[in-house]
């Protein structure tokens, strides 16, 4: 059903059928890099945090970590992940295939600078066996996403 949703989601952009399905689990940026054959520094992670009551996605570069001083400096807030067990019912979809794509109403997403060394990321589409390539801008555009901001750190 989450597939569907990011697929209705997607069609209003004229791009639903670019999503990739794969017979393998595409659930970690590693698994996800491997079914789609590229390196995992371009798989858009998407990340589910609590910020007071409500649920926030910040899409990142797979090698991105989330920096917890620049988190606070952006949101006013400690980083707190939503607990694995509450993803699906805050989101709208299962870890494994949280996507910017036909979430839950209410939820504000953010893509990370990460994301911008790229010509092409490759999110997921609500399954934990699907993903979707697209541009950074394609992606700021279909994901409605609020801005873009700088909260993470690469790996050294």
């Known amino acids: 059903m989450s597939l569907e949703r990011a697929r209705a989601h997607l069609a209003k952009f004229g791009l639903d059928k670019k999503i990739l399905e794969f017979d393998v689990s595409s659930a970690t940026v590693e698994l996800a890099a491997v079914a789609v054959g590229c390196e995992s520094a371009r798989i858009a992670k998407t990340l589910s945090f609590l ?25 006013s807030a400690k980083a707190k992940m939503i607990p ?16 910017p794509f036909g979430i839950n109403p209410g939820i504000d997403v953010y893509l990370d600078v990460s994301l911008e060394r790229f010509p ?23 994901s409605g996403a609020k801005a873009v901001i700088d909260v993470c750190k690469l790996p050294e």
Do not use: M, W
């Open 51 to 75: 910020l007071g009551d409500s649920a926030v996605l910040i899409l990142a570069a797979g090698d991105a970590k989330v920096d917890n001083k620049k988190y606070k400096a952006q949101f």
């Open 120 to 142: 092409t990321v490759f999110p997921a589409c609500g399954s934990a066996n699907s993903a979707i390539e697209l541009t950074p801008e394609e992606l700021r555009k279909c």
């Open 84 to 99: 694995p067990e509450e993803v699906e019912a805050r989101t709208g979809h299962a870890p494994g295939g949280v996507c």
